[in-house]
């Protein structure tokens, strides 16, 4: 069957060999609560054990989109895996959620097992520092449906949050102050333009942008995780409301946390814009105002919180090693956001 499945375009072998190269990354991920291990039908996680007294279930899915292409063109796969658990636990966070496990779908032209271990060695890792247990995952050949070299990646997070604990924003009043945390890029939105633009300036991507960073480090840097830094200041501080900034950058996901009424009012002065975004709007003459609606900015996660709260969380995020700034407060108004400084 091996043979005729392989002359149909499917190797098992390689399917085989790439299982037997990822348990070992798959492994550093485990939590206490995962029952069994990989290759199983059904992944398994005991509830039971989070010592919680009414848990929400909190999912959320994602891919990278077209970043894939930049890690595909080059041949550096040992990241992406980063941004695909990243656009999932990143969002689930927003609720209070902390994640718990993960699950991975890497579709191909051809399984090369040297090549999907370093995709799941980045999402390993992704996994390992945010506490999420890498419990299940799905690779598939499909020759027909990629060309050569081809891949696509896909996630699936779950986390739980206390219900009394649920955070949606609805209680978000005016006078509350909004942090900022740091973006480390681009993270994985807006790639298609990105892509675009590196195109059109003709630039060498192994050709250094900055000292010590090549344009490609600086393309496929990872989506900063804002597991642990965000759990640790939600320990200490009440938070009201929370924003991962992806796709539509400000102007789309900052008003998604607060409620009709509250308008976000932020200062774009108040926090750096890193060089990476000036070389993109330069190279596509992108106003400002534009960049603010595609991109983060620098500032991929924010908080809302009570503005007697805002040094203290300041000095939390300062010791978990991100930075972070005050860049806004919420008003009464009926726009959904106000940048001022842009």
């Not at 050709?207 to 989506?223: H, N, V």
């Not at 002065?269 to 620098?298: C, H, K, R």
Request: hydrophobic share 40%; charged share 20%.
């Amino acid at each position: 069957m091996s043979k005729a499945y392989q002359q149909a375009g499917v190797d098992i072998n390689a399917g085989y060999e790439a299982v037997e190269r990822m348990t070992s990354h798959v492994q550093r991920t485990m939590r206490k609560e995962v029952l069994g291990g990989l290759g199983g039908f059904g992944a398994t996680f005991d509830l039971s054990q989070l010592n919680m007294k009414a848990p929400l279930l909190v999912s959320g899915t994602d891919g990278v989109g077209t970043k894939l292409k930049l890690a595909i063109d080059h041949d550096k796969h040992d990241t992406i895996g980063i941004d695909a658990v990243a656009m999932c636990v990143n969002d689930i966070l927003t609720t209070g959620a902390e994640p718990l496990y993960f699950l991975d779908y890497i579709a191909t032209n051809k399984v090369v097992p040297e090549v999907i271990e370093q995709i799941v060695k980045g999402v390993s890792d992704g996994c390992e520092e945010t506490n999420t247990a890498l419990i299940g995952g799905e690779t598939a050949e499909m020759g027909e449906m990629y060309h050569e070299g081809e891949y696509d990646l896909a996630g699936f997070a779950v986390g739980a949050v206390e219900k009394d604990d649920y955070i949606d924003g609805s209680s978000v009043e005016t006078g509350q102050a909004i942090i900022g945390l740091e973006s480390s890029g681009i993270h994985s939105n807006g790639y298609s333009l990105v892509r675009k633009l590196i195109q059109q300036s003709g630039v060498n991507l192994n050709d250094q942008f900055k000292e010590g960073q090549t344009f490609l480090d600086a393309f496929l840097k990872p989506t900063r995780l804002y597991v642990k830094p965000v759990l640790a200041v939600k320990s200490s501080v009440k938070i009201y409301a929370m924003t991962h900034i992806t796709g539509g950058g400000f102007y789309e996901n900052i008003p998604r946390a607060l409620p009709e009424g509250i308008t976000a009012k932020i200062d774009v002065t108040q926090f750096p814009t890193p060089a990476v975004f000036d070389w993109l709007q330069e190279q596509g003459n992108i106003s400002t105002d534009e960049m603010y609606n595609i991109f983060n900015m620098g500032i991929g996660f924010t908080l809302v919180v009570d503005k007697e709260h805002v040094e203290s969380t300041l000095e939390i995020l300062k010791g978990q090693n991100i930075k972070a700034y005050e860049i806004g407060k919420t008003v009464k108004g009926t726009e959904s956001i106000q940048l001022t400084g842009v």
